[in-house]
């Protein structure tokens, strides 16, 4: 397939754009591996929080870190890096980042997730000034646990106040939390587990509830949505008039199938309401390399969420992107074979090589961006083309980049021809079979002013055989001129 891409990428070189259709926006992040999704909105912004399917099998759920995702238009995300690792609560296993939550309480960000310590499994919590962290253990201990059960936190302020946590696989544990967020007030209780509170398990066996709680209010209705059905998980809701049941089934979101397990979380977005869950869509995908999805639907009248369908078509974009200003090359409606990269000085987008891309949709260029900068970085030599509507489609300028000197990423430019208007983008690297490139931010601007090239090693190379010749001469010409005396 690669090859074909690449066949494609260079005959549109040559003889112009053509347009063949490419990328479905389900799972909306093609960066890395996205289990397990917390939808939740900060001043207008929505976050998702996921964690991380490592690329490494261990035989099971190798979880490395949790991510935060951020978006105004449903389409084009951010990826915010990593922003925390199980090792970050110094009583955790590495690898265990299972399914988390984020809630904001009077300024601070808490932040709930699962990990594993001795024991058990365990549920804790975390506080940061933003939602992207940084985040550190605000207890040094578990906030419930260790125990087997207790996985997959989802909190909830009611309207009064009071804070609700829920969890637990495969039993259904809830708790109320005080006003620090960080303590429990009162004790952990449990729901009876029973076909009228959840459904029943396909084939018998008791209520038909897994693991995933989801805890929200909408219209006085508390709803609670989990994965249900056993394995492979289907996901299924009940409603109460009370944030602690009892629950009554309401019925099935989506039937079993697009995952083993299928984590959900659901939320209303500028006038939309969105089902978000995890499928194996990526490249390389599997039952322990999964990636988030979104679903749109709309409620019934009477508040009941109806059956919502797998697909990798996604949902639309509710408003264009702006090119201008500085943005992060983690920002993107799709690509491939790129890998978000999270080191200790940045996050960049790594691992990228010939004939491999970054998309954003529905980007609106105005009356025209003039330049385009980038920071970049490439082993070898190569290319960066920039390219409207198409992966093969018209190529609006292009940065020639590489290879980097000693590491490091440069600030590079190149002015563009006619661009105005809404336009898919695309960014396409090209380069020799062993190039990687890395790519940090780019930047469009009106004014046709670009950031200058940093030294590449022929550059370099080129400037200290001058230095070392001019010192050569200097050098003759003193002896000579002591010699002359
Ligand atoms: O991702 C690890 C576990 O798998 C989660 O905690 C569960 O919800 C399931 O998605």
Request: aromatic share 14%; proline share 6%.
């Amino acid at each position: 397939m690669k090859r074909i891409i690449i066949a494609l990428l260079t005959l549109s070189l040559i003889f112009g754009a053509f347009a063949i259709p490419v990328s479905a926006e389900n799972p909306i992040i093609p960066s890395s591996f996205t289990p397990d999704p917390a939808p939740v909105i900060f001043d207008g912004v929505l976050y998702i929080y996921t964690g991380e399917d490592s690329e490494e099998d261990n035989g099971f759920y190798n979880m490395t870190d949790w991510h935060c995702f951020s978006t105004t238009d449903m389409v084009n995300w951010t990826d915010h890096g990593v922003i925390m690792y199980p090792e970050d609560f110094e009583w955790a296993e590495p690898g265990s980042a299972w399914a988390s939550q984020c809630i904001e309480r009077n300024g601070k960000y808490y932040f709930y997730v699962t990990v594993t310590t001795e024991g058990g499994r365990a549920i804790a919590v975390a506080v940061g000034d933003s939602p992207t962290g940084p985040f550190k253990d605000a207890l040094g201990k578990p906030l419930c646990g260790p125990n087997w059960d207790y996985i997959d936190p989802t909190v909830m302020i009611d309207d009064d106040g009071q804070a609700y946590l829920y969890f637990g696989n495969p039993t259904s544990y809830y708790c109320k939390l005080n006003e620090d967020m960080i303590s429990l007030d009162g004790p952990i209780m449990h729901h009876d587990m029973t076909a009228e509170a959840f459904g029943a398990m396909p084939g018998g066996g008791g209520s038909s509830y897994v693991e995933g709680p989801w805890l929200y209010k909408r219209e006085g209705i508390y709803y609670l949505v989990y994965a249900s059905c056993g394995v492979p998980e289907g996901i299924s809701y009940s409603t109460s008039d009370s944030p602690t049941g009892p629950w009554k089934f309401g019925g099935v979101i989506m039937e079993p199938g697009p995952s083993t397990t299928i984590h959900p979380g659901i939320i209303e977005y500028k006038g939309h309401d969105y089902f978000f869950y995890h499928g194996v869509l990526l490249p390389n995908g599997g039952w322990n390399k999964r990636s988030t999805a979104i679903v749109e639907f709309d409620y019934n009248e009477d508040g009941s969420i109806p059956l919502c369908k797998h697909s990798p078509k996604g949902v639309e974009q509710l408003e264009s992107f702006d090119p201008f200003g500085v943005h992060e090359a983690e920002t993107m409606s799709g690509g491939e074979g790129i890998k978000s990269v999270t080191s200790k000085k940045r996050t960049y987008i790594g691992q990228i090589s010939n004939g491999d891309h970054i998309k954003l949709s529905g980007v609106d260029f105005e009356d025209g961006a003039k330049s385009f900068s980038a920071n970049l970085f490439a082993t070898g030599k190569g290319k960066l083309d920039i390219r409207l509507d198409s992966l093969y489609g018209k190529s609006i300028g292009t940065i020639e980049i590489g290879p980097s000197v000693f590491g490091g990423f440069s600030d590079l430019g190149t002015s563009l021809s006619e661009n105005s208007g809404v336009h898919d983008l695309y960014f396409v690297f090209l380069g020799g079979e062993d190039t990687e490139f890395r790519f940090d931010y780019w930047e469009f601007s009106k004014d046709g002013k670009f950031a200058s090239s940093f030294p590449t090693l022929p550059v370099i190379l080129i400037a200290a055989a001058v230095i070392v010749a001019a010192a050569v001469i200097i050098t003759v010409v003193l002896v000579r001129k002591k010699k002359a005396k």
